[in-house]
């Protein structure tokens, strides 16, 4: 693979075990007890917990941290 930044470019080798993947909108469905979860929270003045995005694993892939 090769990443692009401002500046330059670095070609990275990956083993084909590595699992890849890139996020998709989803719905709700995902969301069952079991599943492996990743999100960030903020917490509002009244102390309520909210979160703009979850990920979930799906096929066998937990989401990156």
Request: proline content about 8%.
């Amino acid at each position: 693979m090769t990443f692009d930044y401002k500046g330059g470019s670095q070609k990275v080798l990956a083993p084909e075990s590595v699992p890849m993947f890139t996020t998709v909108p989803a719905d709700r469905s995902l969301l069952m007890p079991g599943a492996d979860v990743f999100t960030s929270m903020q917490v509002s003045a009244d102390g309520k917990l909210s979160s703009s995005r979850v990920r979930v694993n799906k096929g066998g892939v937990r989401p990156a941290q």
